[in-house]
């Protein structure tokens, strides 16, 4: 069960296997964990809409990202 307040109060969930450490930063789209999973260690990005993730990470695979396809969970 998720006990955070706010989008910005999410440390300490586990999300899809993945531990939210700590908050890197929060912006227009949501916020932005450093996670953990075992060894590996990745940017989580938590927002309320999935559009919002959606047309980021659509924006940025277009510029940077030809060989990568991001992973997209999302909460109901």
């Known amino acids: ?3 955070a ?7 300490g969930v ?3 296997g993945y531990h939210l450490n ?3 930063g929060t912006g227009s789209y949501g916020a932005v964990y450093e996670s953990s999973a075992g060894s590996e ?3 989580v990005k938590a927002s309320i809409r999935a559009s919002d993730v959606l047309n ?3 924006a940025l695979q277009r510029m940077y ?3 990568f ?3 997209y969970f999302f909460h109901d």
Request: avoid cysteine; glycine fraction near 0%.
């Open 41 to 43: 260690r990745i940017a």
């Open 56 to 58: 980021e990470a659509a």
């Open 5 to 11: 307040v706010t989008i910005k109060d999410l440390v």
């Open 22 to 24: 700590r908050l890197i």
């Open 1 to 3: 069960m998720i006990r």
């Open 14 to 16: 586990d999300i899809r």
């Open 65 to 67: 990202y030809y060989e």
């Open 69 to 71: 396809t991001p992973k």
